[in-house]
Structures are given as C-alpha cells and as structure tokens.
C-alpha cells in the first residue's frame, strides 16, 4: 500500500554547503576538542545538551560536540533535505524506491480513531488512503491479540516456540527478555533461529508435543533457514505422536501457528492458523505486526497495546518536535560527526540492565542491515563511510571484556549507556551499585587519569551519552525502540541511502542453495581453489 505521495528531492550530505562547513569547523575546533575544558568553560553544559523524549531521558554532553559544530549540522539536516523525507515517510510514500514499497511500520502502533487505551491518543497524521490501511491494521492486531489470549488462557499449552530469523526472531526475542517480569508464568518462551541442529535439538529435548505450540514466522514461508527448522520440528511432533490429520486429537494443524503472507503454503505444511501483515513492514521493523505474536503471548494485550503506545508516542516527537529538541535527529546527527568526521569506525551500545541484554543484537541488525551500504540513492558509489560497527553487552559483563580497549586502546569508540532509574523487583538493593558502575564508567572515560605510569595512564576525553529510562516497562521499551528506528532513518537520509533494502543478504543465500547439494555429491567443478579444499575436506571421509 502506498499513498501517491510524491517523493521529495534529496541531496546527498556531500553536495551541501554545510558539509564543507563542518569539515572546515573539524579541523579548527572539531580534531582538538576537550571535554574536561567544554565543562570548565560551560557549567550550563549539562542542561544545554540534555533531552527529554517520551519515556527516554538523554544526557548529550559528554559527547565531543561544540556549538558550532551542532549549529552546522543542523543546517546539514535541512540542506539534505531531512523533513521533507520524514514526512514523506510518514504520509506513506514509497521512499524505498528500490523495492517500490512504502515504509510504514509506524502505522502498525498508530492507535485507531475510537481506540481507547491510556496513552495511545488519536493522531491526525493519517489520512486518505492511509486511513483504509489503518482499519486493517487493527484489524489485524486485534485478530493476533485474541489468538495470543486464546493462547494465554490454554494451560495445556506450557511452551511457545518462536522458529523466525532476522527480523522474525531478533525483535520478539528481545522485547520477550526484556519484558520477562511481566510474562506469563505458566509459559516458556523459547527462540529458534539458527539452521544449526544443535538450537533445535536443545529446545527439542525439553518439549512434550502435547504442550508445546510452534510459531513458523517468514513472511514469504520460504525463508531457507526458517523452513528447514520448521521442517524439523514438523518431523519431531510426528515422530512423537503427533498427527498431520487434522481431525487427530494431537493434530499438527492444533500445534502449529503460521506468521506468514503465504496462506497457501502454510495450509501444505498443515497449517490452518494465520496471520498475515504487509509488504511495506521490513523484517527488522517487523516486532509491531503479527510477528510479534510470541511478544503477545509473553506479556498479554494490554502490555503489547501499551508496547505500541510508546512507540507511537516517540513516533509523533520524531514526527513533530523541532529539530533542535528532536532526539532522533540529534542522535542521528552526532552519528555523522562521529562516523564522517572524527572517522570513528563502532560505536559500542552498553546497557546497564539485564533485561536489555539482547538488545545490541537487535541494534546491530536495524543500524548495520539498514545502512550498511555502499552507494546511494541513485546507485552511485559513496566517497565517505556509511554505518558503524554496533556491537556491546550489557553492564556490568562489559567492564570486565572489553572496557580495557574502551579506556586505553588506541581507537575511540564511542559508549551508549542505557540505565533505569528504577530496577526489578529482584533484589532492589542491587540496583544503586548498578547505577553508580554505569555513572562512573561515564565519568572516567571523559576524565581519564594521569600517571606518570603509562600501564596506569587513562587519556580520558573518550565520549559516550546516557539514555534514561524511568523503567523498563512495555512503554518505555517501546518507545526505546522506535527511537533508535529514527535515528537510523536520519543517518540513512542524510547520507543519501535507502535505508530499507538489505540486497547484500540475497548473495550468500543463492551460493548456499549451489553448494549444499556439492556437499553429498562431491561435485567442486567450477568452485575456487579455496572453497574445493574446504568442500573436499568437510566431505565424509570413505
């Protein structure tokens, strides 16, 4: 579904004025900047550089960031043309022109004009054509969430197995950990992903085919990794008493859910159960559709509605606040100043929470599938660097990996702390030395330390920034999410990408489907040196 809308005029970052700007500023001001001055200088720093955004508190300061240098790349947003883009977004344009799909999974929390639930207020910001695919949306949500209860409510259903990848596995897989204290008690919730027997086997051997329900999520019921996992689970229910006859009192039809476009595949394999979505959801967009029927499951309706809330909730801040108090813009923008301009290579995403444990996996998908990419818009190669390398774990496993390299390697690495004002209910006491690892790992990395030692010395001046959340409810993780969603927009717009396409995942996928066969045949005709040696060697020894 798309609106018509006409797709504004973009201009790459390079091609602006502000551009030259800012490297002219970096050089002068930028390559040399001092936090420990910038605070000495400023004492009003802190309340300069902090946001507040629905549910999310971000403290911005200790970021090597002048204003100048914020004043510059602001008028880069507006020169590339970044609001025009953000709302051909959001009036349903097809803006990923290589796929002439439109990217809307903010419609999929866009609460419905007579909906009543706390905090999901009517917007005006759907109109027209947009407004049919609305009413199917909730539909559709609503349809999924009295399955999920049905679900819920069957104590004879013990375990939920999720069998997704990517995008059909990642988000739900996340959002389920970091929602556990809310999760149905009665109900385990398990994850699989890789086409690696070994996962499959795992979660097999806890399971009685009785209790169990399996959720099969690929949007087209062809995903190879997907389908080979559901395959075998398929063959283990039988194998253990269950039935393909849909009649049968342990019917496959009974144990087996489809999240999945393909109604007419799902009913071969035996499914009868299904729930479809749209094709301008993107997979790692995808946990607010039916995809995120486990997260439903896991936490119930009214969690999962206020899930969409407080991501519509940040959907209308990106949508509508000014750029300067614009979080996602603002993170956005200092990812190109880091990435472009200090020539910073990763950023490291560190929560101090173990509910969000899974969700620099979830980040590196979103930022790296998205704009992981070497050409722009038109198809024309880039002379600058696009996405970072996002990777982290959470606080405090960190401090004792790879903090070392953090405080005294020779690469700057940019810090994400995500923290919670408030912690679980599991013992509470805990949670102020939580905290105080994660202010302090902030506050040394911007210090540093001088010794005449040098195994001792810190250099300091290392920046990080500071996400707050009150706690980490459906809401605030929610909108934690759609947060980091727009963020990844900005870069991907100002750099003059299509942040929505992913064509680097299609070539493996093709060379796999020719040498699995190769591998029982023995055939290396045509193959590089390289992988003949390899395919000789993996081959069974006669």
């Known amino acids: 579904m798309s609106s018509g809308h006409v797709l504004p005029t973009r201009t790459r970052c390079d091609r602006t004025p502000a ?23 400023e004492p009003e720093r802190f309340e300069r550089l902090s946001l507040q955004a629905p549910h999310v508190f971000a403290d911005l300061s200790k970021n090597l960031i002048d204003a100048p240098a914020e004043a510059l790349l602001l008028q880069l947003a507006r020169e590339t043309g970044l609001e025009a883009y953000r709302d051909a977004m959001f009036a349903g344009a097809a803006i990923n022109h290589t796929e002439q799909r439109a990217v809307m999974h903010w419609l999929l ?15 005006k910001n759907v109109a027209g054509a947009l407004a049919e695919g609305l009413q199917d949306v909730h539909a559709t949500l609503d349809a999924m969430l009295q399955l999920a209860e049905r679900v819920r409510a069957d104590d004879a259903i013990t375990d939920v197995v999720n069998i997704g990848i990517g995008g059909s596995d990642l988000g739900p897989s996340m959002a389920v950990k970091a929602l556990e204290e809310l999760c149905h008690p009665g109900k385990r919730m398990h994850f699989v992903s890789n086409v690696d ?14 209790s169990t329900l399996f959720l099969v999520a690929s949007k087209t019921f062809t995903t190879a990794e997907t389908m ?12 253990h008493g269950g039935s393909d006859d849909r009649a049968a009192p342990l019917s496959l039809s009974r144990h087996f859910y489809a999240l999945t476009t393909n109604v007419e595949a799902a009913a071969k394999f035996g499914i009868d159960t299904t729930l479809g979505f749209w094709d301008w959801v993107g997979g790692r967009y995808s946990l607010w559709s039916a995809i995120g029927l486990p997260i439903a499951i896991a936490i119930g309706a009214e969690h999962f509605r206020a899930l969409l809330a407080g991501a519509h909730a940040m959907d209308e801040h990106f949508r509508t606040a000014p750029l300067e108090r614009n979080l996602p813009v603002r993170l956005g923008l200092l990812d190109v100043w880091y990435r472009n301009f200090h020539g910073f290579t990763s950023r490291s995403v560190a929560p101090y929470s173990h509910g969000l444990r899974r969700l620099p996996a979830y980040l590196q998908q979103l930022e790296m599938e998205s704009n992981g990419k070497g050409v722009d818009a038109q198809g024309q190669r880039l002379p600058f660097a696009t996405s970072p390398v996002v990777w982290g774990e959470p606080g405090t496993n960190g401090q004792h990996a790879f903090f070392q390299m953090i405080h005294q390697g020779t690469d700057v690495i940019p810090v994400e702390f995500i923290a919670l004002r408030q912690g679980g209910a599991d013992l509470p006491a805990q949670h102020p ?3 105080a690892n994660a202010l302090a790992q902030a506050r040394a990395l911007m210090l540093g330390k001088d010794s005449e030692d040098g195994h001792r010395h810190f250099t300091g001046n290392r920046p990080s920034t500071f996400l707050l959340l009150d706690r980490l409810e459906p809401a605030a993780l929610g909108a934690l999410i759609a947060l980091y969603e727009h963020r990844v927009f900005v870069t991907g717009a100002i750099w003059g990408i299509n942040s929505f396409d992913q064509w680097g995942v299609e070539l493996g996928k093709v060379l796999a489907k020719d040498l699995e066969p190769r591998l029982a045949s023995g055939d290396v005709q045509g193959l590089d040196a390289s992988t003949a040696g390899l395919m000789r060697r993996l081959m069974p020894q006669g």
């Open 19 to 41: 551009w030259a700007q800012l490297q002219a500023h970096f050089e002068g001001a930028g390559r040399g900047f001092d936090l420990r001055g910038a605070f000495a200088a």
């Open 109 to 123: 929390r866009n609460p419905a004009p007579a909906l009543d639930v706390p905090g999901h207020a009517a917007t």
């Open 197 to 210: 027997g070994m996962e499959l086997g795992r979660v097999l051997r806890q399971l009685k085919p009785e």
């Open 228 to 239: 080979s996992n559901a395959h075998a689970a398929r063959d283990w229910f039988i194998a």
């Open 433 to 435: 030395r939580l905290l």
